[in-house]
């Protein structure tokens, strides 16, 4: 697949990614793979601001409604699944579009993940109900506790990350850092990264704007039919997890509003701090449509072959 490529568009949530991956797709006439870790699950529908159902008429997309909330999903399922759906898009096209805002799925498309071990699902269960009942504070306070490795070396801001961390140290003994390799795999196809950013003000009123959208679309009701499932590790993200409060009562529902919107705008600075610190992505506003696909259509013609390609 040496003459292969995929273009992968990336960004921030709400900066208008999913439009130029569409547009991408219909220029080069291919298909496209989601890399949103909530998009797959086809019980979330409202909260995750998935492609429209005119996108998805345009443009064939691959992890989009994929999975249940119940399937255990993480970068190494993504992993395989895009590695196995890039492939089946090469045999009639010599692009690919990826697109999507969770670095860590995208970073193991393109590097390869580390092996870990299976993790006993009531771990998981157990630290989620303990992480909702007793907050960040305690949750980072066991990970402290349990795999200093990790707290001093990892992500102490991200929840799921140090559940994540928590549970592998739980079911092994050994810390989660200590199953990585840091080997990065070559991949026998080129790849080119795309970057989308807008100005803060502006990707902000996008944001806000798009929750206020979720809310008049159903987004409440969505929840409550979900409450069931709150303890599922895919609901126990931003959208959802302000809803539930809400329904038990623990704040009213322009509280939660405002939480989705701030907790939104958090993820959204994560997302670009994790982004930035990769010098292979070229940057472009997601109004340069036009410009972006001069610019992958120039690299596509000068590209080396199987190695990602920096703009």
Same mark, same amino acid.
């Given at each position: 697949m040496k003459?292969?490529?995929?273009?992968i568009i990336v960004g921030p949530t709400a900066v208008g990614k999913t439009s130029v991956a569409v547009e991408l797709a219909q220029q080069f006439n291919t298909e496209i793979i989601s890399a949103d870790s909530r998009q797959c699950y086809k019980e979330l529908n409202t909260g995750v601001a998935k492609p429209s159902p005119e996108q998805l008429q345009k443009v064939k997309h691959y992890f989009i409604n994929s999975h249940s909330i119940q399937d255990e999903v993480n970068a190494k399922v993504f992993e395989e699944y895009a590695l196995q759906k890039v492939?089946?898009?090469?045999?009639?096209?010599?692009?690919a579009v990826m697109v999507g805002g969770t670095g860590l799925y995208i970073k193991a498309f393109c590097e390869g993940m580390d092996e870990v071990p299976v993790i006993n699902p009531a771990i998981r269960e157990e630290l989620v109900i303990n992480f909702k009942n007793k907050g960040l504070d305690w949750l980072q306070t066991e990970v402290e506790k349990n795999d200093p490795i990790y707290f001093f070396k990892g992500e102490i801001k991200n929840p799921q990350r140090m559940m994540r961390a928590l549970e592998v140290k739980l079911s092994t003994g050994r810390s989660i850092i200590e199953f990585r390799s840091h080997k990065k795999r070559e991949r026998d196809f080129t790849?080119?990264?795309?970057?989308?950013?807008?100005?803060?003000?502006?990707?902000?009123?996008n944001i806000n704007n798009r929750v206020d959208d979720m809310m008049s679309n159903g987004l409440l009701d969505e929840v409550k039919n979900l409450a069931s499932f709150k303890h599922l590790n895919a609901l126990q993200t931003v959208g959802y997890k302000e809803l539930f409060d809400h329904l038990e009562g623990k704040i009213s529902l322009d509280k939660a509003i405002e939480q989705i919107k701030t907790?939104? !705008?958090?993820?959204?600075? !994560?997302?670009m701090? /994790?982004? @930035? @610190?990769?010098?292979?992505?070229? /940057?472009?506003?997601? %109004?340069?449509?036009?410009?972006?696909?001069?610019?992958?259509? @120039? %690299?596509? %013609?000068? %590209?080396?072959?199987?190695?990602s390609e920096v703009l």
């Amino acid at each position: 697949m040496k003459n292969k490529t995929c273009l992968i568009i990336v960004g921030p949530t709400a900066v208008g990614k999913t439009s130029v991956a569409v547009e991408l797709a219909q220029q080069f006439n291919t298909e496209i793979i989601s890399a949103d870790s909530r998009q797959c699950y086809k019980e979330l529908n409202t909260g995750v601001a998935k492609p429209s159902p005119e996108q998805l008429q345009k443009v064939k997309h691959y992890f989009i409604n994929s999975h249940s909330i119940q399937d255990e999903v993480n970068a190494k399922v993504f992993e395989e699944y895009a590695l196995q759906k890039v492939g089946n898009i090469f045999k009639a096209h010599d692009t690919a579009v990826m697109v999507g805002g969770t670095g860590l799925y995208i970073k193991a498309f393109c590097e390869g993940m580390d092996e870990v071990p299976v993790i006993n699902p009531a771990i998981r269960e157990e630290l989620v109900i303990n992480f909702k009942n007793k907050g960040l504070d305690w949750l980072q306070t066991e990970v402290e506790k349990n795999d200093p490795i990790y707290f001093f070396k990892g992500e102490i801001k991200n929840p799921q990350r140090m559940m994540r961390a928590l549970e592998v140290k739980l079911s092994t003994g050994r810390s989660i850092i200590e199953f990585r390799s840091h080997k990065k795999r070559e991949r026998d196809f080129t790849i080119i990264k795309i970057g989308l950013e807008l100005p803060k003000e502006q990707l902000h009123q996008n944001i806000n704007n798009r929750v206020d959208d979720m809310m008049s679309n159903g987004l409440l009701d969505e929840v409550k039919n979900l409450a069931s499932f709150k303890h599922l590790n895919a609901l126990q993200t931003v959208g959802y997890k302000e809803l539930f409060d809400h329904l038990e009562g623990k704040i009213s529902l322009d509280k939660a509003i405002e939480q989705i919107k701030t907790n939104t !705008r958090q993820y959204a600075k !994560r997302q670009m701090t /994790w982004f @930035k @610190k990769d010098e292979e992505i070229k /940057w472009f506003t997601a %109004s340069d449509i036009s410009e972006v696909c001069e610019v992958v259509k @120039k %690299s596509l %013609s000068t %590209s080396g072959e199987g190695k990602s390609e920096v703009l």
